[in-house]
């Protein structure tokens, strides 16, 4: 009979937990990082607008300028906020991943020993089979030699 491992199901359903958690964590991954992407060009717009500024010498525009850049600080500083909320949801996911791998090694630990000692038990019954044949074989052999010397 070969080796069943009798939590296999539940090993599975956590090998698939630990799947869609690492799914999760790389959604978090790409959020942050598109968040990163629009903090990137929010500061290329603001640097775009200030070099404007520093070359346009009409001044009546100085104040509609110093308004827009107003508003791409505050911008800056909401992706900022987002980008420290997204990076706090990445650690979360992150712990709930490290969390489903260990379940998932307790799991194959617990099944690495049961694998270990049904080989042990396997081994033990081939050899109390083989000790079985052994003794039928010795015992056949003096049965045999004994009926031998009564014939002679």
Do not use: W
């Not at 110093?66 to 791409?72: F, G, P, R, S, W």
């Not at 044949?133 to 009926?147: D, F, G, L, P, T």
């Amino acid at each position: 009979m070969p080796f069943r491992y009798r939590l296999q199901k539940v090993l599975d359903f956590r090998i698939r937990k630990k799947e869609e958690q690492l799914q999760e964590v790389i959604k978090a991954k790409n959020e942050v990082d598109r968040i990163q992407r629009l903090i990137d060009l929010n500061n290329q717009e603001i640097s775009g607008v200030i070099q404007t500024m520093r070359t346009t010498t009409d001044f009546r525009m100085m104040d509609a300028y110093d308004k827009y850049l107003k508003h791409l600080y505050e911008k800056g500083e909401q992706l900022e906020q987002q980008k420290q909320e997204a990076i706090r949801l990445l650690e979360i996911e992150k712990e709930k991943l490290v969390e489903c791998e260990k379940e998932v090694k307790v799991l194959e630990k617990h099944k690495e020993k049961m694998l270990d000692a049904y080989k042990e038990e396997q081994k033990q019954i081939e050899n109390k089979v083989l000790s079985e044949v052994a003794v039928q074989k010795y015992y056949q052999r003096s049965k045999e030699k004994k009926e031998e010397e009564g014939e002679v």
